[in-house]
């Protein structure tokens, strides 16, 4: 775009309403999701996980980032927890763990270090079925937590 269109546009843009300013902005948003859909289909992306994840990613930005890092954090607490609880009730004996893993590496561990690596190891096992999770449910999320404004 040259200055003098720039110029133009810039007053044109002056003289809208909000409201049409808005309605404006919803078709430009519209035109843009399908130039990349269209981008994605020429490229062979769009019908790729690789590529509908950034297409995802394109469209909701950070949310997913929050989306994703609450449901990480959470499972997280919910393993420790369920650790906790397990070897309160006797299920469980963290400590036979950690003395196994020490014996096995030679290393002395603190038990307190060596129940958040053994809730970090749960919780990166989870991980197979909290990247679909997420993927499926970032959208209504996204959209109740940060409702799109056009």
Sequence with gaps: MSPTEEEEENTRVSK?????????????????????MKQGILTGDYYTYKGKFKSLVLEYGAPIFVWYYTVWISGFAMVY???????????????????????????NLDPTLGTLALTLALNELLEPARIPFVIFTAKPVANYFFPPKF
């Design 81 to 107: 927890g369920g650790l906790q609880v397990g070897q309160s009730m006797g299920f469980l004996d963290v400590m036979e763990l950690i003395s196994k893993v020490e014996a096995y590496t030679g290393y």
């Design 16 to 36: 809208l309403s909000a409201t049409q300013k808005d309605d404006e902005l919803r078709k430009l948003n519209r035109k843009i999701s399908l130039l990349n």
